[in-house]
């Protein structure tokens, strides 16, 4: 748990936006992770089959009745920090993409998975992650290119 606990963390964020709701996906992911042991193929690394059950916990939190009628916007108690990457116009852009497109820049910056990695991860295949990243530089790319004529 020590070992794939932030980068889980890190990953559950993303998805939710939210501390609390991350924290628990986390929790859960390890609990079915501790469930399902016995199933696991070693087919995956530990890490892409952790994150794999990590990305449906969060999307099933997602499609959540609660989850769509709650204000995650909400402020946080006082003291109490978001667990987010740096807040810059880069991270802000890759957070607005389409959950599609961002759960694969996600995999493969932020958790420096490989194509064939996140391919396993997220149950498509291979070419579909190329094609989804090759998407997410091109809106990337426009979005760079429309901050530099504003500066």
């Known amino acids: 748990m020590a070992r794939w606990e932030v980068s889980l963390l890190r990953m559950c964020y993303a998805y939710l936006r939210d501390t609390a709701l ?3 996906a986390v929790q859960e992911t390890f609990l079915k992770a501790w469930k399902g042991y016995d199933c696991f193929r070693g ?3 530990d890490k892409t089959w952790l994150l794999r059950i990590a990305v449906n916990t969060c999307k099933d939190l997602r499609k959540s009745a609660w989850f ?3 204000d995650r916007g909400a402020a946080l108690p006082e003291g109490q920090e978001p667990f987010t990457p740096t807040d810059d116009a880069l991270t802000r852009a890759v957070m607005a993409l389409r959950p599609k497109l ?3 820049v996600l995999l493969r910056y932020y958790q420096d998975l ?3 990695e996140i391919a ?3 149950g498509i295949a291979r070419a579909t992650v190329y094609n989804r990243l090759n ?3 091109v809106l990337l790319q426009t979005e760079w ?3 530099q004529h504003e500066a």
């Open 120 to 122: 396993q991860t997220l």
């Open 43 to 45: 087919e995956a690394t």
């Open 114 to 116: 490989t194509g064939e």
């Open 135 to 137: 998407r997410a530089q």
């Open 68 to 70: 769509r009628h709650t």
């Open 22 to 24: 991350a924290e628990d």
């Open 145 to 147: 290119e429309a901050w």
């Open 102 to 104: 961002r759960e694969v």
